[in-house]
């Protein structure tokens, strides 16, 4: 069976007359399938919301979608309030918890050197009591002898206490020292990260091009929006390899296969027109819209940048 399909009218061919004959001849015939889909990159940069200490952010200024931008402009700016207000508060703790370090440490200093001088005190006095119990005892009497022994023994227990006292005091020093620099160490990292942050909140273009927002369960991101940490939020598409995907209604199936040619034409641009070549078409057709009876094929064609007129 042969069918033939026209997209003209009699009257729209050149150089006719109503009333002329038409005549047919024999030749081949290609069938023509019609396919809407979106243009797309296949490569792109995109612009991600970075990770910061706070999960979601909020855009404060976004880049007209469609705008050329150069490497290094700024093309996206978060609210960084969350960070900038208590940066100020967590520097003062920083300062005011190194101060009170430093007056601990010269208060501890203080004491330690009180405790050395009390333990250079009874080790002299232990060497006084050990050459005074150190004169024979057939040169003393019995109960000088032994007040000197027991003296002796005195300065002995008074060093080992003082030597106990210093070492004691050192260790719990030490240890609230430690305390000190682990705050200090803390509300710096916490300065750190809030300043990474305020940091990371405004994104530049990695490179030249055309900055394309992302959508959003149906609408393009703006200004005012929040995003969370991760999303893409906006892309640099490299234009010089593009693509388009189309749907192939499941009634038409095996039409369409890889390999095949296509002209694309733009809705933006429909007086130009572009070779292509279909790269893919899925196995299965799936749901046109959620709970939608309706099935499609994902068509991938890829796009000859070169004019065909």
Same mark, same amino acid.
């Given at each position: 069976?042969?069918?033939?399909?026209?997209?003209? =009218?009699?009257?729209?061919?050149?150089?006719?007359?109503?009333?002329?004959?038409?005549?047919?001849?024999?030749?081949?015939?290609?069938?023509?399938?019609?396919?809407?889909?979106?243009?797309? *990159?296949?490569?792109?940069?995109?612009?991600?919301?970075?990770? =910061?200490?706070?999960?979601?952010?909020?855009?404060?200024?976004?880049?007209? !979608? $469609?705008?050329? %931008?150069? +490497?290094?402009?700024?093309?996206?700016?978060?609210?960084?309030? +969350?960070?900038?207000?208590?940066?100020?508060?967590?520097?003062? *703790?920083?300062?005011?918890?190194?101060?009170?370090?430093?007056?601990?440490?010269? /208060?501890?200093? &203080? /004491?330690?050197?009180?405790?050395?001088? /009390?333990?250079?005190?009874?080790?002299?006095?232990?060497?006084?009591?050990?050459?005074?119990?150190?004169?024979?005892?057939?040169?003393?009497?019995?109960?000088?002898? /032994?007040?000197? *022994?027991?003296?002796?023994?005195?300065?002995?227990?008074?060093?080992?206490?003082?030597?106990?006292?210093? !070492?004691?005091?050192?260790?719990?020093?030490?240890? !609230?020292?430690?305390?000190?620099?682990?705050?200090?160490?803390?509300?710096?990292?916490?300065?750190?990260?809030?300043?990474?942050?305020?940091? +990371?909140? =405004?994104?530049? *273009?990695? @490179?030249? $091009?055309?900055?394309?927002?992302?959508?959003?369960? $149906?609408?393009?991101?703006?200004? $005012?929006?929040?995003?969370?940490?991760?999303?893409? %939020?906006? @892309?640099?598409?490299?234009?010089?390899?593009?693509?388009?995907?189309?749907?192939?209604?499941?009634?038409?199936?095996?039409?369409?296969?890889?390999?095949?040619?296509?002209?694309? @034409?733009?809705?933006?641009?429909?007086?130009?027109?572009?070779?292509?070549?279909?790269?893919?078409?899925?196995?299965?057709?799936?749901? =046109?819209?959620?709970?939608?009876?309706?099935?499609?094929?994902?068509?991938?064609? &890829?796009?000859?940048?070169?004019?065909?007129?």
């Amino acid at each position: 069976m042969l069918g033939l399909s026209c997209s003209r =009218t009699q009257a729209d061919l050149p150089g006719y007359e109503r009333g002329s004959e038409l005549s047919v001849r024999r030749g081949s015939l290609n069938q023509i399938m019609l396919l809407t889909g979106v243009l797309r *990159a296949t490569e792109a940069e995109n612009i991600v919301v970075p990770r =910061t200490p706070s999960w979601q952010v909020q855009i404060r200024w976004l880049e007209e !979608d $469609g705008a050329q %931008v150069t +490497a290094g402009q700024k093309i996206i700016e978060f609210d960084n309030s +969350a960070f900038a207000g208590t940066i100020e508060d967590k520097k003062l *703790a920083l300062a005011k918890a190194e101060k009170e370090h430093l007056q601990q440490k010269a /208060q501890n200093e &203080a /004491q330690e050197a009180e405790k050395v001088f /009390q333990l250079e005190r009874s080790s002299s006095e232990l060497e006084k009591a050990e050459l005074d119990a150190g004169v024979p005892k057939e040169l003393l009497s019995l109960r000088d002898y /032994q007040d000197r *022994a027991l003296a002796q023994e005195r300065a002995r227990v008074a060093l080992e206490k003082a030597k106990e006292d210093l !070492d004691s005091f050192r260790k719990s020093t030490n240890e !609230d020292l430690a305390i000190y620099q682990a705050t200090q160490e803390k509300a710096r990292h916490e300065i750190r990260l809030a300043e990474e942050a305020i940091r +990371a909140l =405004t994104l530049s *273009a990695p @490179r030249d $091009g055309i900055l394309v927002t992302s959508s959003y369960r $149906g609408a393009k991101i703006q200004e $005012g929006d929040t995003v969370w940490a991760g999303f893409t %939020v906006a @892309r640099i598409p490299n234009l010089e390899s593009m693509e388009v995907e189309a749907s192939l209604s499941d009634v038409d199936d095996g039409k369409v296969q890889a390999g095949m040619k296509s002209i694309c @034409r733009l809705d933006a641009y429909p007086e130009l027109e572009f070779a292509g070549t279909v790269r893919e078409v899925t196995p299965i057709a799936q749901e =046109t819209a959620p709970r939608s009876l309706r099935r499609a094929f994902r068509v991938t064609i &890829a796009l000859d940048l070169s004019l065909i007129h």
